[in-house]
């Protein structure tokens, strides 16, 4: 066989045209790579499937950076990027980020009507400091939060649609709170706060049944979380005592929230109102802002309003509601009438509810009812010190379209 056959060869089968000389030269290369003892791998050894074969494993270096000799394989014209090349080489983006790369070509071949190019792929890589997050990481967290399709059941019919809403204000959880008997004579941690609040969910739910609800409403925040951020603190940054991380704590609570959002639109469609508050009002707002992606396109079964106002208005029937983390006990009511006097015509009834204190308290005057919510929530270290604290019971409010209100149900936990 002449070189000139071997040129017209690969022309056939490789799609490319070369001097004969060129083919000359490259065998010469060849045997000398084979003299010195390395090894050729054939075009059937190289599965689409299989990792990159090693040419010489992970060497991490005195300065803290690594070499990785790999031979990696691509479609022609893909982009050989850094995430490309951590992905060959076996390296994970959300630890690694590559200082340097080179490239070299090895072969290329016919495979499923696709050219595929091999090349010895050598980088440098270095992992990221306790500092620093990845881009990769942070596109993995955020994709757990994408929308999840929900098949929703039809609305049970002995609940059915009629003249009652029911408000459930859940208030205070401080989910990611630790607390121990040792120093705060209570227990609290993620697993009690999940199961004090879905117990909530359940007995209202089993205890609402023909009470011909229209409505649901169900004001969320108000120191939904123990702390604002990964630093760990208020929003304002006085420590606090947290179990985990709050990136952890965020998506178990996430998963716990629209779990609980599914089962109560079974009963009735839910309105979802943002309550800003001193604990956690950042971190809470994007919480909000993800459960609203969530179920954007739920019919109608949850709406989530989570604008940063501080108050929520609210009419159903005859009765206004205004919730609101915190406020002058003995002010709201003319805040009311000022703030929502495009709503308020014809109302017979004003309902504010707050909470921030963690223990019950009404005042009335006239028409006007003002409560401060009581919480399942257990007990900081400050909370002790500052004798606050609840008997770690729930209310929640039965509330006629013409009469007001007509059942407070406690859920004790």
């Known amino acids: 066989m002449e070189y000139q056959d071997l040129t017209d060869m690969r022309a056939q089968f490789f799609g490319t045209q070369e001097n004969r000389d060129t083919v ?34 992970l060497e991490v270096q005195p300065d803290g950076t690594a070499l990785s000799d790999r031979l990696i394989e691509i479609s022609e014209g893909e982009a050989i990027t850094p995430e490309f090349l ?20 090895w072969h290329s071949q016919i ?5 595929l190019i091999m090349y010895q792929s050598r980088i440098t890589v270095k992992p990221f400091g306790k500092d620093e997050i990845s881009l990769e990481w942070l596109k993995n967290w955020f994709e757990q939060f994408e929308p999840k399709p929900i098949r929703y059941s039809k609305i049970t019919p002995e609940y059915g649609s009629g003249d009652n809403c029911l408000v459930l204000p859940i208030v205070d959880l401080h989910y990611n709170l630790l607390a121990t008997r040792f120093i705060t004579g209570n227990d609290y941690n993620c697993q009690i706060a999940k199961d004090r609040f879905l117990s909530v969910i359940d007995d209202v739910i089993e205890r609402v049944q023909n009470k011909k609800l229209s409505k649901i409403i169900f004001p969320l925040g108000n120191d939904l979380f123990n702390a604002n951020g990964i630093n760990g603190t208020t929003f304002k940054g006085t420590p606090q005592n947290n179990e985990k991380d709050i990136r952890e704590a965020y998506t178990e609570l996430f998963e716990i929230m629209v779990f609980a ?35 954007k396109n739920s019919e109608g079964r949850v709406n989530v309003d989570y604008s940063p106002i501080t108050k929520k208005y609210f009419r159903f029937g005859n009765t206004l509601m205004m919730f609101q983390h915190d406020a002058k006990i003995d002010k709201t009511g003319n805040v009311v009438i000022d703030e929502a006097s495009d709503i308020i015509a014809g109302v017979k009834f004003i309902n504010v509810f707050l909470s921030h204190l963690h223990t019950e308290i009404v005042r009335q005057e006239r028409n006007i009812t003002v409560r401060r919510l009581p919480t399942i929530s257990g007990k900081s270290s400050w909370s002790c010190e500052n004798n606050y604290g609840s008997n770690s019971v729930s209310q929640s409010f039965i509330i006629n379209d013409n009469r007001n209100v007509t059942d407070i149900i406690y859920t004790m936990v």
């Open 24 to 57: 000359r030269k490259g065998s010469k290369i060849i045997n000398e790579y084979l003299d010195a003892g390395w090894t050729l791998i054939s075009p059937e050894e190289v599965s689409e499937n299989m990792d990159a074969p090693i040419l010489k494993p």
């Open 86 to 105: 951590l992905k060959a080489h076996n390296l994970s983006a959300e630890d690694w980020k590559v200082i340097a790369y080179r490239n070299t070509y």
């Open 111 to 115: 495979k499923g009507g696709k050219r």
């Open 261 to 295: 959002l599914t089962k109560l639109s079974v009963v009735a469609p839910v309105e979802v109102l943002y309550i800003p508050s001193n604990h956690d009002k950042e971190v809470t707002f994007y919480f909000l802002f993800n459960l609203y992606t969530q179920f």
